[in-house]
């Protein structure tokens, strides 16, 4: 099994983010926006237990699925042929799309259909029988300006404990899952192909030795979109408190100038996730025959 450092996992990524920034981001907008679009009209149809929720929940779950599988291949891709995908964009795109499409999506939409369902009741169980916004109505309640600052510092701190331990525990095991399955689906693939229950032991089998170094790679990306999120707030006070009071009362322009910066800088730092977590997952998988074999 590789030997895969975490340094070298963000000097790599670094590299690849800050060399073909935009062709990532084109590759992923062009065909995210209308996925989220979809998605933004569908779930709010989603009330309470009935037939049409179930409709609903299906589709949602059908578009992770192809959302997932194509942003996966398309991170592949680019990892392992970067040049190639700057000069022929079009095929690359269509090439992450259309390549084993439908075992790529039939495998993912078992995942996004748990995935689903696990949100969608874990958010009714909390919301509704475990009282969870009682949390937030004691933060609106909170008239002591030290209640406000202890909050504002315990709701972060308990939130990376539960998360790391989230990622240790569960999600290191099935890391690899989507990235094998986008291999094992290829049409170039030599190797016989692995069914989902061999996609996920393989996915074990491999995050074995390497859930710790996973859990400190989502330690350090958490944390940076901690910051990234912090410089983003204090950005945007910045232009409320010096160009705010040149605009008057365009509050909607205001509005759009402090827009620039969340854009900016949340658009930066889901790619560079992206980039970071496909990087670490392809060192792991690159020389494992049983996933795929490329001929070369």
Known sequence: MNDVKVTRVFRESWV??????????????LVGIPLAVLGWFLFPLVSSWSYRSILVLTCLAF?????????????????????????????????????????????????????????????????????????????????????????????????????LLFTYLVDSH????????????????????????????????????????????????????GLIGLGTHLLMDLIRQYIGPLLGELDDLLGLIQMIPVLVFSSFYCVFVLVVRTVFADTLMENDTEVVD???
């Open 16 to 29: 690849f983010v800050t060399e073909y920034y935009f062709v990532w981001l084109k590759g992923l907008l």
């Open 63 to 163: 578009i992770i699925a192809f959302g997932f599988a194509y942003v996966n291949k398309f991170a592949l891709t680019m990892i392992r042929n970067p040049q190639m995908v700057k000069l022929y964009f079009g095929y690359a795109v269509w090439y992450s799309i259309s390549d084993g499409l439908l075992t790529r999506l039939f495998y993912s939409f078992i995942v996004s259909a748990v995935q689903v369902l696990i949100l969608y009741m874990g958010w009714s169980a909390i919301g509704i029988n475990l009282g969870v916004a009682s949390l937030f109505s004691f933060y609106r309640r909170a008239v002591s300006p030290e209640a406000i600052v202890i909050f504002q510092f315990l709701f972060p701190f308990l939130f990376m404990v539960f998360y």
């Open 174 to 225: 099935f890391f690899l899952l989507s990235y094998i399955i986008q291999d094992t689906s290829s049409r170039d693939n030599l190797a016989k192909p692995l069914s989902f229950y061999g996609c996920l032991r393989k996915s074990v089998l491999l995050m074995k030795e390497r859930r710790g170094r996973y859990v400190l790679l989502s330690f350090f990306l958490a944390s940076f979109g």
């Open 294 to 296: 490329f001929g070369d």
